[in-house]
């Protein structure tokens, strides 16, 4: 008797706008397959356009897992994350389908990847001595307890949450899971850029103004999960009463520079295999035709 083959679990990662969440959309109708998405914005409920997640015509055919998944606001760490998608490819591979891990969340992915192992909660006393540490403290605090800084590691904030979130337990693997096939989607910079300023166009058209003025009304502009690069600018074109093109075109710089910083945490992680769109949609086809 032939011996089950055992799914792999295809992780594509890259840079806001590289056009990940396309190609997976399209190999996951190709081989089966279902998405787990690796983005710690788009686990939020009502950030729909703000967090460019996958519409509802773009979801047809192929169930999308990792979205709408807690209020902004609500306390979601990478280990409930880690679970979440770990229970998730467990359920899609006990469907004989294919898990496609996807997104530009790299704490996200790796967590799940190199199955990190995060200590226990951080305590209200430990969360006041960390906003009372300088930037520079906080950094020897991470190395010291083996904790990854989050991609925006200028921001104190960010830093403290990632503490929060858990750090990891013990010397971090070295060596991902079996049955994986990793890819990143490697794009010319200025081909990036330009996506990226085609894209900021598109989000404003789509009224996320007005989404985020909603969202502001519903649970205020403090709310961590307004802090989103997006949210934050636009809330600063409404108190200055700036035009809107001058609101798209930073949004569109903020944005660079982010997927500047996952470009760089991503180059950390030597197993990820860099293709263009095109090569990388040739390969994972190849690979997955070897497992059917």
Known sequence: MATKTVKPLVVIVGPTASGKTALSIKLAKQFNGEII??????????????????????????????????????????????????????????????????GGSGLYVDAVLFDYQFGPSVNQSLRTKLNNLSLEQLYEHCYKNNTLLPENNKNKRYIIR????????????????????VVGIATDKDALLNRIKYRAKQIFNNNVVNEAIMLSKKYGWNNEAMSGIVYRVIREHLVNNSPISEAVDKFATLDWKLAKRQMTWFKHNSYIKWLSLEDARIYIDECLAIEQ
């Open 37 to 102: 998405c690796a983005d710690s914005r788009t686990i939020y409920k009502g950030m729909d356009i703000g967090t460019a997640k996958p519409t509802t015509k773009e979801r047809e055919g192929v169930p999308h897992w990792g979205l709408d998944l807690i209020e902004p606001g609500d306390y979601f760490t990478v280990a409930d994350f880690k679970k979440y998608a770990n229970q998730k490819t467990k359920e899609i591979k006990n469907r004989n389908k294919i898990p496609f891990l996807v």
């Open 162 to 181: 990632a503490i929060e979130q858990g750090g990891l337990s013990g010397q971090r693997p070295r060596e991902p899971i079996n049955d994986t096939i």
